[in-house]
């Protein structure tokens, strides 16, 4: 499209690296032989969809260019180098892929955690059934203890009796 257009009209800049609407209102009527419409605004957005920038007028290499001119910019839309095309893909939704795909990795992640941390629940809800279950039982006596006792008893009575 660029190519085809009336220098006075629109153009590659100096060094090919973007391209210049010299003058708007001849540039939209151009627009219906390239696309469905023939409004610039239409045309601006699609550009922003891809990824093309407009440069600002103190950004620009021309200084002194007239303030109507309109320069958009991007890093895969060179003069002379049609291999570069393909790599110019729409922002949006590609934008969204990439949102729903890390959506869905960190659902996935959150599931994870939610079957990992219900494992702990039931096992600890298990502890704690065992720990009750054991709580009416009496408690058991030390065999150590128990025997101390029982031999300072029989001591004790032996003394006794000799005496």
Not at 15 to 23: A, L, N, Q, T, V
Request: charged share 25%.
């Amino acid at each position: 499209m660029i190519n085809s257009c009336v220098s006075d009209v629109c153009s590659w800049s100096e060094s090919g690296d973007s391209f210049i609407i010299k003058d708007q209102e001849r540039f939209t009527a151009l627009l219906p032989h390239f696309f469905k419409h023939k409004n610039f605004r239409s045309f601006v957005r699609q550009l922003n969809f891809y990824g093309f920038r407009k440069i600002r007028m103190e950004n620009s290499l021309l200084a002194q260019r007239p303030q109507h001119w309109a320069e958009f910019k991007h890093e895969s839309f060179k003069k002379e180098q049609p291999g570069l095309l393909k790599l110019i893909k729409r922002t949006g939704t590609t934008d969204q892929n990439n949102r729903d795909g890390q959506e869905a990795n960190e659902n996935e992640l959150l599931r994870e955690q939610v079957n990992s941390m219900q494992e702990q629940l039931d096992t600890l809800t298990n502890l704690v059934a065992q720990v009750g279950n054991t709580a009416h039982l009496p408690r058991a006596r030390t065999g150590t203890h128990t025997h101390t006792r029982s031999r300072t008893r029989t001591r004790t009575r032996s003394r006794t009796r000799i005496y």
